[in-house]
């Protein structure tokens, strides 16, 4: 089935580790997005990919980092995972030109539980 | 600065009756208008969308009502259905920023 597919599913980490999240599409998007979900704050942009080589932040990006290699994944990283950053991390993707991305729907992965202890 | 207000944060609904989310937007550039569907333990999808040039949309029991002068834009589920009961987003996107802006969320609950 085409979509997005997230792994781990869910995962308990040490502060201080170093986690990579990842996230691959089958449906040849040229967009790609990291959102974390937190109760109350609903879905914030931690950053985004417009085409494969490039790379943006969103409105929570510190404390992560992405890279776009290649069309397909988008794997996102804590450098030094913190309490602040438990939470649920989903992949999304979206269509379109590469110049304009408005109006077009983003597919989402089902996340990843992450519990930093 | 929240750009997509939303509320209720939470809505209990009967059987059959009319589920109402609403909206509000600050900025004027966004031209597009989704809801999302979120059911527990999976990831928003994509249930509806609507651009400025219309008032209203509609598929099957869930209707999008677009304001362009008050800013708002609403969802209403008719004959709401125990399996409605999900958590439902408003977003916008539009002009230079065509990421999309979430709303925080509304959690709605359909008795049966």
């Known amino acids: 089935i085409a979509g997005i597919t997230q792994a781990p599913t869910s995962q308990i980490l040490a502060a201080g580790r170093r986690m990579t999240l990842r996230c691959t599409q089958d449906m040849r998007h040229n967009a790609m997005y990291w959102y974390r979900q937190d109760l109350g704050l609903g879905l914030r942009l931690i950053h985004y990919s417009n085409t494969a080589g490039t790379t943006g932040k969103g409105e929570v990006p510190d404390g992560y980092s992405v890279s776009r290699a290649n069309t397909d994944d988008f794997p996102l990283t804590l450098a030094s995972a913190v309490p602040s950053q438990t939470s649920v991390y989903f992949c999304?993707?979206?269509?379109?030109?590469?110049?304009?991305?408005?109006?077009?729907?983003?597919?989402f992965g089902d996340g990843t539980r992450l519990s930093i202890l | 600065q929240q750009q997509v207000k939303q509320s209720p944060q939470s809505l209990i609904v009967q059987k059959g009756g009319i589920s109402i989310i609403n909206c509000a937007y600050e900025n004027t550039a966004f031209d597009y208008f989704p809801w999302y569907q979120q059911f527990p333990g999976k990831g928003p999808a994509l249930l509806i969308a609507i651009r400025p040039d219309v008032s209203e949309k509609k598929e099957g029991r869930f209707t999008i009502s677009f304001n362009k002068s008050a800013k708002q834009f609403s969802l209403h589920i008719m004959d709401s259905q125990p399996g409605d009961s999900a958590t439902y987003f408003c977003a916008a996107s539009g002009g230079s920023n065509y990421k999309l802006t979430f709303g925080k969320g509304t959690l709605l609950t359909v008795n049966p």
């Open positions: 999304a993707s979206s269509g379109g030109p590469a110049e304009r991305y408005s109006n077009q729907p983003q597919h």
